[in-house]
């Protein structure tokens, strides 16, 4: 390219949000090491070496695409796996604002009903309106 060698367009290239995912593989005829750093520095995931062989290429295009592939399905699944761990953050939360609300003597591990704050348990329930519990229509309520 007369205007711009392979390393600066590849850094262009990463240097833009949308595009740093592309696989770039650098065609040169340089042999030089330092070239070579420069290149996978600026981004380059491959190289291969003038003359270009069609089956190298074709080799290398299928390994990068591939490469891209399972890079995107291990992010995918990253992702995932951290919005299940928060879940499971928020649920353990909970269950621990609950146990806060309900006593339970720690030798026969019984619960005692007359020593729960009903106010406390209200708030609890009143704040959190998605949470399930068992249903009970109140006296109040079915009049």
């Known amino acids: 390219m007369p205007d711009l060698d392979g390393v600066e367009a590849c850094r262009r290239i990463k240097a833009v949000p949308a595009l740093t995912q592309i696989p770039i593989i650098v065609v040169t005829a340089r042999s030089q090491k330092d070239f070579l750093q420069a290149a996978f520095d600026a981004g380059a995931e491959d190289y291969i070496r ?10 290398r295009v299928k390994s990068a695409f591939r490469f891209k592939q399972e890079s995107e399905a291990r992010k995918s699944w990253e992702e995932e796996i951290t919005k299940t761990i928060n879940e499971l953050d928020k649920t353990v939360s909970e269950m621990e604002a609950l146990q806060q609300l309900i006593p339970i003597c720690p030798t026969c591990r019984k619960s005692h009903p007359s020593k729960i704050s ?8 009143q704040s959190h309106p998605r949470m399930k519990f068992q249903s009970l229509m109140c006296s109040t309520c079915t009049t």
């Open 118 to 125: 009903e106010a406390a348990l209200n708030e609890y329930a």
């Open 50 to 59: 003038k003359p270009v062989e069609s089956v190298e290429l074709l080799a």
